[in-house]
């Protein structure tokens, strides 16, 4: 998988790759990003760190509404049921088996494109 850049000249471009294995799993998952920020929400997705994934949501808001309805949960219009972001989040959490390994981040240097010969008739 190319990263974005790649081939601009120079060279330095990086990928990012974020390596974990769940309990029943055979084998490791791998998301691949072509910058740091994107792969460091992730792992602190996986690791159920979700207030330091997402800064800007408050953990104690209202997680579908966001304060745009005015207690709609208590008209039974909500989606979410009330729930706070916090609430929410520990639930999504609990819904996969435990890690057994990683998250880990890699990352490393894409090189320029380079041609490899005209295709054969």
């Known amino acids: 998988m190319g990263g974005a850049g790649a081939g601009l000249g120079g060279g330095g471009v990086k990928e990012y790759r974020v390596k974990w294995r769940r309990e029943d799993a055979g084998r490791a998952n791998t998301r691949i990003y072509q910058s740091e920020p994107p792969a460091r929400r992730l792992a602190l997705i996986l690791e159920g760190r979700w207030g330091e994934a997402f800064p800007d949501t408050d953990p104690n808001e209202v997680a579908c509404c966001g ?16 729930k706070t972001n916090a609430e929410v989040w520990a639930e999504r959490h ?4 435990p890690l057994v390994d990683g998250p880990h981040i890699e990352s490393r240097e894409v090189g320029d494109w380079k041609p490899v010969g005209a295709v054969a008739a």
Do not use: K
């Open 94 to 97: 609990e819904q996969f088996p």
């Open 67 to 82: 304060g745009g309805d005015m207690e709609p949960f208590a008209e039974g219009n909500c989606s979410c049921g009330g």
